[in-house]
Every structure is written in C-alpha cells, then in structure tokens.
C-alpha cells in the first residue's frame, strides 16, 4: 500500500493540505460520498440484481476479481484495451473464483454463496467453468455499458462535489489566521 496516496491520484495534489481541508470540510464530503455510495449500490440492486443485495455483492467481487489480473494499476486504455474498449483475451482470460473463494471475500454463508451463483450464471451475468465462476459477456453490452455509462457520470458528479467542499475549505484561514491573539497576562510570583 502506498504511504502517501497522493502520488498516485493526480486529483489530491492539486490540494496543498488535504487532511486540513477534509478536516474543515468533513460533513460535506461524507454526505456527497454516501450519497453516491448508497445511489450506486441502490441503481445496482434495482437494475441488475433484482433487489437481490447478496447476489449484488457476490457479482461485484467476481466480476473484479475474475479480471484483475488483466488491468494492472495505472492501465491506461491503449495498453490492455481494443479500440470497442474491451479487453481482447487471446492469451488470458478470466480467472475463476472457486466457491471458498468467494465465500472468504464476501462473508457471506456458503450455501447462500453457492445458491446465488447459480442464480447470476442461470441470469447469465456469471458462467460456471471446470475451476469456477467468472464474469459473463453475454450480458454485458449494452445493458452494462450504459448502466456503466450513467454510474461513471454520476461518480465523477460526486468527485467534483467533493473536491469542490475541499477545496473551499482549504481556502478558509484557520480559527488564528487573520485574527489578533489576546495576549496572556503574565503571571507573577507574588501573586
């Protein structure tokens, strides 16, 4: 894990103290990331999962996890991606989760685990091989694509919010700037 993340997201350096400015505005940061959260995941369950929150999280984590391996940190497009943005799997393809796999990520009971994944691979947001599940092209365009389309809009929204609130706040002066300390009365011996 990196020790200072603002090496790696070009969007923190452009704050010259981001633990100041998310101190000053930390409620309005929190508010417009749950809302974005709880939209997201709501939009989720609703329109791909059927109100089915497990089955929601079991797709997620095997939809990443089946894939990571393919799109190493910092990927851009042109490196791992075909001019449809797809991933072109000629060599590698996805990996399979194994049902302890996915019962050790998600948390999730095993037979609840292994009943929902049938589910999502009869729904054919899944397929089932020899050494387990991974994520399915068969739904994916353009259900996902426009799904994908609306939640990137909504989540770079939410960044802009956010850095907004960051940014006003580090441009407020501290509780002491601009303002005349009362001077202490020294305190005497005799006294």
Do not use: C
Request: a positive charge; aromatic letters at 6%.
């Amino acid at each position: 894990m990196l020790s200072r993340p603002q090496a790696a997201v070009p969007l923190l350096g452009q704050l010259q103290d981001f633990d100041r400015a998310f101190d000053k505005a930390f409620v309005l940061a929190a508010f417009a990331m749950n809302r974005h959260l709880i939209d997201h995941m709501l939009r989720i369950a609703r329109n791909l999962t059927l109100d089915d929150y497990e089955a929601m999280i079991i797709w997620g984590v095997v939809a990443h996890q089946s894939i990571a391996h393919l799109l190493p940190p910092g990927s851009v497009p042109a490196a791992v991606l075909n001019d449809r943005g797809r991933l072109d799997l000629h060599d590698e393809g996805p990996r399979p989760l194994r049902l302890r796999d996915v019962v050790q990520i998600t948390r999730i009971p095993r037979e609840t685990v292994r009943r929902k994944l049938d589910k999502l691979t009869a729904q054919q947001w899944l397929e089932r091989t020899p050494q387990g599940w991974v994520i399915s092209g068969a739904r994916s365009d353009p259900i996902l694509r426009d799904f994908t389309r609306e939640s990137v809009r909504r989540f770079l929204m939410a960044a802009d919010e956010v850095m907004r609130a960051l940014r006003a706040a580090e441009a407020m002066p501290d509780a002491t700037d601009g303002r005349a300390t009362a001077a202490v009365p020294a305190t005497s011996a005799h006294a």
